[in-house]
């Protein structure tokens, strides 16, 4: 059973930084990509950014390209999301996934999620 813990969101005003956190527990076997997606109040369920087991490959959505930074401790089995230069648009709730996937993945292909966090951005 493998189970993500997402932590780190928070309320924060626009222009300001949150880093999130998700640990894995259980059992992940081979080369499982990690991501992280986001969810608005009456909108579909949208990936922010992912990483691939090396780290090697990334991607990120345009909405979030140049402000959002996604990283992986694979000896820990915790992948982040610094998230910088925040904007209002970005309020949502977090979760963080894993799956034997490619980085470009709709949620749909993921195997495994975690509960999800709040970040709220004010003006």
């Known amino acids: 059973q493998v189970q993500l813990v997402e932590s780190g969101g928070g309320l924060v005003q626009a222009g300001g930084s949150l880093r999130l956190s998700c640990a894995a527990s259980g059992r992940i076997f081979g080369s499982y990509t990690r991501g992280w997606f986001r969810q608005a109040l009456g909108q579909e369920r949208e990936l922010v950014a992912a990483?691939?087991?090396?780290?090697?490959?990334?991607y990120y959505a345009d909405s979030v390209k140049g402000r959002f930074t996604i990283s992986r401790d694979n000896a820990k089995n915790t992948v982040y999301l610094q998230m910088n230069s925040l904007k209002p648009e970005d309020t949502a709730v977090y979760y963080c996934?894993?799956?034997?996937?490619?980085?470009?993945?709709?949620?749909?292909?993921?195997?495994?999620w975690g509960q999800g966090t709040q970040v709220t951005v004010s003006s």
């Open positions: 996934a894993a799956g034997r996937v490619a980085t470009t993945s709709p949620p749909s292909q993921y195997d495994y």
């Open positions: 990483i691939s087991w090396s780290g090697a490959r990334t």
